[in-house]
């Protein structure tokens, strides 16, 4: 449908009822403009990808955790909407203060933080931590739970989230109330993209200091990250915000395509929330069209809508709208499958002869 032409669905004068339900209300985000309409596309976009049976990324940067929003992704892993994750560090580390009972509350964010500081209150935002009972205990807990593995051996940052929630499992007073747990029983591989950039790395330092070493083997997880794109019939991302997880999902495409040659990545659906903007040039704000220009998506003008807007509003909307109408899912359970989906790349590249995709052009005019 050609945009330049005067047609299109009519712009309803819109009623709300008492009545309506979730379902109601995204209705009344997609018949309408601006980011009201992009959230409403989202959420249909989120249940087409569901019902596509593709296989779903969830990234998360900034914390997302600590306003406990670790929850919704618990749920969404629950009903087989979710597949992998990737996140930060923090939203790793603050998503445990929730399974081992460790106070986080509502706060302020227009305070003296020299005040918050003389009281031993740590801040984001508006949500307030401990710091005694809340951050030192857990780095007691982080450093106890790995004073003895993944020492002078490799791992990914999956065996270190997989071990995680294991251990929380077993040990914490309330691992119902843990996303990592709940990944953990369903065998959905949550990687940290910047593992060093947290706490978690930072509680591992007082075993470093021992003399015990950690071999995070980064190249491995990215050649996972790729071969779940690579095995998956239909493939797609629900990004919260930008950062380094953004990037490190799509690079997926890329990896296969840039480097390993294989012209037949990219994401075939793509939901961006931010509030980056796009002209600064940083990877947070990037527009997913300019994303087909590196191969990270499959085609630029379809399945492809970013919703510039907080995570904290839209991805409630959003979550709540698949579970009101999109039935539960068999989970995949890609932990498990990450050895044979890791084989199975490495096999067809090393059976194919590497060219670039000049060379590619040039047979494929020739034939």
């Keep these: 449908m050609d945009p330049h032409k005067f047609h299109g669905k009519d712009i ?3 009623k709300l009822d008492p009545n309506m339900t979730i379902e109601d209300l995204v209705d009344v985000f997609a018949s309408s403009g601006y980011n009201g309409r992009q959230l409403g596309e989202a959420a249909k976009l989120f249940a087409k990808m569901i019902k596509e049976d593709a296989t779903i990324c969830l990234t ?8 406990g929003f670790g929850g919704i992704i618990k749920t969404l892993i629950e009903r087989g909407f979710i597949d992998w994750i990737i996140t930060t560090g923090a939203n790793v580390y603050h998503e445990d203060h929730f399974a081992w009972g460790l106070p986080v509350k509502q706060g302020h964010f227009d305070v003296d933080d020299m005040k918050l500081y003389e009281n031993e209150i740590v801040r984001i935002r508006d949500v307030y931590i401990k710091f005694h009972e809340t951050l030192e205990a857990e780095d007691l807990i982080i450093q106890k739970l790995f004073a003895n593995d993944f020492t002078d051996k490799p791992f990914t940052t999956a065996e270190f989230c997989n071990l995680l929630g294991k251990m929380s499992k077993e040990k914490a007073k309330h691992p119902e109330k843990s996303f990592i747990t709940t990944a953990y029983e369903y065998d959905v591989p949550v990687y940290i993209s910047t ?10 330092a007082v075993h470093r200091l021992h003399d015990k070493v950690y071999k995070l083997d980064f190249v491995k997880e990215i050649i996972e990250q790729a071969a779940i794109l690579y095995n998956s019939k239909k493939s797609g991302i629900l990004e919260l915000g930008g950062g380094v997880p953004k990037n490190t999902a ?4 890329p990896m296969l395509d840039q480097i390993l040659q ?9 939901i961006q929330i931010t509030d980056a903007r796009p002209d600064t040039g940083g990877l947070s704000g990037a527009t997913l ?3 087909k220009s590196w191969g990270k998506v499959q085609d630029a003008h379809h399945d492809m809508i970013t919703v510039y807007a907080d995570s904290t509003i839209a991805f409630p909307i959003l979550a709540l709208y698949v579970l009101s109408n999109q039935k539960s899912r068999e989970p995949k359970r890609l932990y498990k499958k990450l050895g044979k989906y890791y084989d199975k790349l490495q096999a067809d ?5 590497t060219e670039t995709k000049k060379q590619k052009t040039r047979r494929v005019k020739k034939t």
């Design 60 to 67: 998360v940067s900034g914390a997302m955790t600590p306003v």
């Design 250 to 253: 799509q690079q997926t495409g």
């Design 349 to 353: 590249y090393l059976k194919k002869p």
């Design 289 to 291: 069209q300019e994303g």
């Design 12 to 14: 309803p004068h819109i």
């Design 262 to 270: 294989r012209n037949d990545g990219g994401q075939d659906y793509v």
């Design 195 to 204: 593992m060093k950039d947290s706490s978690i790395a930072m509680n591992l």
